[in-house]
């Protein structure tokens, strides 16, 4: 086990027994919703996953090490804290080494769920390219981090104010495989479809997890897209979506936004441009996620 590692008895005893378990995200919690909705919504998912009958695995980093699995003071923290960095791979050794608070990304979570032997984590949106990368470069890190780690990631496909063909295109090139969850194209985050086609599709926990292990039996390293649509009576419309987004990019073009401070400020954006409707949809996307992923995960033990 790393040393850096400091797994919850819960999560441990889980993982130990070959029980499914679900990591979860913390950056949603200290830069994707404001309080106290971001509190209740990071309760409410590891209930969810609780109900199902999988344990949460939610990850962050304090005091020097990887926490996975947190307690409510420390859930708190992260939720009320101001100055909470912001943690992808190549953030990580820093925070670790100053004994800082960080909150993990996509990509973060991913590497600290696999060092803990979690193989299903679930969220929002991944990180993709962002619109403009021909000039910018501005690609996340999620993308390549999805190529070199095998752990599967429950989501309602990229965040919307991405470029969606860019962010398939690289998925495909780097060998990620998009699994649509009951659909054949990519969801588009607050709405149901890209009208982007997929490769594959899968309309079950099990048949995910029966590709899940085909992929680990071949070992390859990458980790795997399980892009779920967010639920019909949550989604918004196309056009009223693509008008904010249109006019938040305005907005941080004009403001000098860059980096990674972009995706949470087109996010906030969002939700004072629809009316906090958008709040609403992100928070029933990631409770949709996290059911999906706690049965994915149970259909894996299974097959164990």
């Known amino acids: 086990m790393n040393s850096l590692l400091s797994i919850a008895p819960e999560v441990s005893a889980a993982l130990a027994a070959g029980r499914p378990v679900v990591a979860?995200?913390?950056?949603?919690?200290?830069?994707?919703?404001?309080?106290?909705?971001?509190?209740?919504?990071?309760?409410?998912?590891?209930?969810?996953?609780?109900?199902?009958?999988?344990?949460?695995?939610?990850?962050?980093?304090?005091?020097?090490?990887?926490?996975?699995?947190?307690?409510e003071a420390l859930l708190h923290r992260l939720a009320t804290a101001k100055g909470v960095a912001k943690l992808s791979r190549r953030d990580l050794a820093g925070i670790l080494a100053s004994g800082g608070l960080g909150a993990t990304t996509v990509a973060a979570t991913m590497i600290a769920a696999h060092l803990a032997g979690i193989r299903v984590f679930a969220t929002g949106g991944i990180g993709g390219v962002h619109r403009g990368a021909e000039t910018s470069f501005d690609v996340s890190a999620d993308l390549d981090e999805l190529a070199r780690t095998p752990v599967a990631v429950v989501c309602a496909g990229a965040k919307s104010i991405l470029d969606l063909p860019k962010t398939l295109e690289y998925l495909e090139t780097r060998g990620v495989p998009v699994i649509g969850y009951g659909t054949g194209t990519l969801p588009a985050?607050?709405?149901?479809?890209?009208?982007?086609?997929?490769?594959?599709?899968?309309d079950t926990p099990e048949e995910v997890a029966a590709l899940l292990d085909a992929q680990a039996a071949l070992g390859?390293?990458?980790g795997a897209v399980i892009a779920n649509p967010i639920p019909e009576a949550h989604a918004l419309p196309e056009a009223e979506i693509d008008a904010a987004i249109t006019s938040a990019l305005a907005d941080a073009g004009r403001e000098g936004v860059g980096g990674k401070d972009v995706t949470p400020y087109l996010l906030a954006r969002i939700v004072a441009l629809?009316?906090?409707?958008?709040?609403?949809?992100?928070?029933?996307l990631v409770e949709h996620n996290a059911r999906l992923g706690a049965r994915i995960a149970k259909a894996l033990a299974a097959r164990a």
Do not use: C, K, W
């Open 274 to 284: 629809t009316g906090g409707r958008s709040l609403t949809a992100n928070i029933a």
């Open 189 to 202: 985050f607050f709405s149901r479809s890209s009208g982007l086609a997929l490769a594959l599709r899968r």
């Open 220 to 222: 390859f390293p990458a």
């Open 24 to 71: 979860l995200e913390s950056t949603i919690i200290s830069h994707g919703m404001p309080y106290p909705q971001n509190l209740e919504m990071a309760q409410r998912v590891e209930g969810i996953i609780r109900e199902e009958g999988a344990v949460p695995a939610t990850i962050a980093v304090a005091d020097g090490r990887i926490h996975v699995g947190l307690d």
